[in-house]
């Protein structure tokens, strides 16, 4: 196992892209929603950048994360990225991208149960109209 304090925000990042996406899909399949189109667009009010800045919003003003948490996502958020935002300001892409770090972190560091409880803090936040976005 790596440790996730070796690597940086982007790497972390792009793991982190992948486990929180297995939690959603896995939740929308869960709902029945089977056809490839509408779970597309089911994912989006979970994994577009957007979403997942407003769940950083969400979790600070509810106060989920831990401070060594905000810290990852700090690293993930202000690691230098050599790409761009395609749909969403840079502010946004960069949040996003701390947010998908912290996911990348923690399952590195073995810490499943807390990947898990997070990704169903998120469902239940998205599912209760909590990011703005829409409800899946």
């Not at 297995?22 to 779970?39: S, Y």
């Not at 810490?111 to 469902?123: E, G, K, N, S, T």
Request: charged content about 25%; glycine content about 10%; aromatic content about 8%.
């Amino acid at each position: 196992m790596t440790d996730s304090k070796q690597l940086n925000g982007v790497t972390l990042a792009y793991l982190g892209d992948a486990v929180y996406e297995v939690f959603i899909r896995e939740h929308l399949i869960q709902r029945g929603i089977v056809r490839p189109n509408m779970l597309q667009r089911a994912a989006k009010a979970f994994v577009s950048a957007k979403a997942q800045a407003a769940l950083i919003a969400g979790m600070e003003s509810e106060g989920v994360l831990s401070e060594d948490e905000w810290a990852t996502f700090k690293r993930g958020r202000n690691a230098k990225s050599y790409t761009h935002a395609k749909n969403t300001d840079v502010v946004t892409y960069r949040t996003s991208t701390g947010f998908e770090a912290l996911f990348g972190a923690l399952k590195l560091d073995g810490q499943d149960d807390r990947v898990a409880a997070l990704a169903a803090w998120c469902i239940a936040y998205v599912e209760k109209g909590g990011t703005g976005h829409g409800q899946a």
